[in-house]
């Protein structure tokens, strides 16, 4: 499974636009709630996420309804005056660890709980008229009571692609990586592009390689803080490297038999990403080809 | 080509950190500021934008960079004070109609333009803490002088697509369409789901049909305010439809000759997209299978 995927809940969109029957679900005592620790999870040894009763949560914790399962609701808790600064951040190697023992289902779970809790306590004030701004529609949504403006929760579209030429993939390393570490390149897609046009583009900005044929492989939502990865492979006709040395340490070609190599945990000349991570399936499924 | 790509611009990201080489970008007497009206474009007899020179603006015209073309730079131009809610709605006849007439890569100007001109025009204030922002980044971003906070621009992710089921098409119709209009079904792609997700879950929405299967197809910017559409089709097993009378007015299943005759230009149960929206891309791609 693609990391952060599978998410089991029902989503039920029909109650974020039923005050009523939000109300009655948040009430409902059988109700689950997410227990976090700020923006960790806790994980039980059944490697599944923690979830607690309303009466263990502070009177004046905000419902954000997460969906259901087999009819029972399942919540996020948005403390008022949580800071998203105060969170550790989000390669700690602690996050790490309990990425990679999570249960299939369960790190879509938190990644959706984990985005809209750190989208609430960054967007607390109208972009359109400056004023304290409410939660509504099930903690989907924001509202100003001053201008009526609504605000959704950001999904920022990250492309995130290998370059390939003459059966080598194009990896590349930023600046601070852990030692060994290569992996796709990536970058934000901007207004007014396509994902084809941002793959392109990322790629002749970081490396210099110019591409076409853009693929799309597969996509995974990203909760650091709300993106959303999508995942290409791009055919290069020339394999000359100009690196952006603001972008990148190094960017090299690796042939496919050594990225198999590598990803089946043999010795290499870099350390794979970590299974959660989209990258690990574009190589997955580049290498395989 | 695609509707709204094709932009021949070189966004030159590298000038959007440089504020000097910026600054001297908007001062380059060669330089072009595309012209505007309001959020409408201009266009001239020969379906390309209209360009102007920096002294036909006003003097607090904020530049944003849309980028070099052969080594000049490009702009659009901010007003401060300018309210995105007076301009006209999207889906003006005459929008429209200028849109159809555009030469090949305008539109992906345009696009460009328009969701960033928007996006200031509704995001002046901090969402951090309501404080006013500063426009930065050559037009890329806000930043916050309270908080310091860094705000970029939106680009929300939308699936499109069609559910396929023996060789048929599933097409909806929103309420208050053009009458006779069938389109694939649509919705914002949420945090914590893949596109994959999404495409499911939309459909089952909106439908009741049930897919699997989920295959990319393609993707655009779409301008209304800054979206980017990615087209997908899926499979369904089943063909019963339970509609979502709050989403859709009507559905139908469409065999694959029927869409090809509609798309070209013959008479049938309902009328095509537009050549500059994806769903008509996407009818065609698959109309071709």
Redesign the interface.
Known sequence: M?G??G?TLD?A?DLR?DPAAFAAAAGDWRARWLRLDGLMPEIGGDGRLVWTTLADLPDDAVPILLGLAEGRPHFAAFLPGFQASSAPAMRSPALMAMLANLAPGEA??Y???R??ID?HA???????????TDIYRAG?ARKCPSCA?E???????VVIMIAEHDGRALLGRGKNWPAGRYSALAG??????????AVA?EIE?ESGVRVRDVR?I????W?FP?S?M?ACVATADDDAITLDT?ELEDAMWVPRAMVRAVLAGEEGPFLPPPPYAIAYTLLTEWAKE
């Open positions: 693609i952060f995927t998410n989503r969109d636009h879509a779970i990644a959706a709980a985005s809209l989208w960054r967007h607390g004030f109208c972009a359109n008229c400056g004023a304290a989907w403006a605000h959704f929760p950001r999904v920022d579209p934000f897609l901007q207004p007014g592009e396509s994902v084809e046009e583009r900005e799309y597969a996509s995974q939502p909760p709300s959303l999508i603001n």
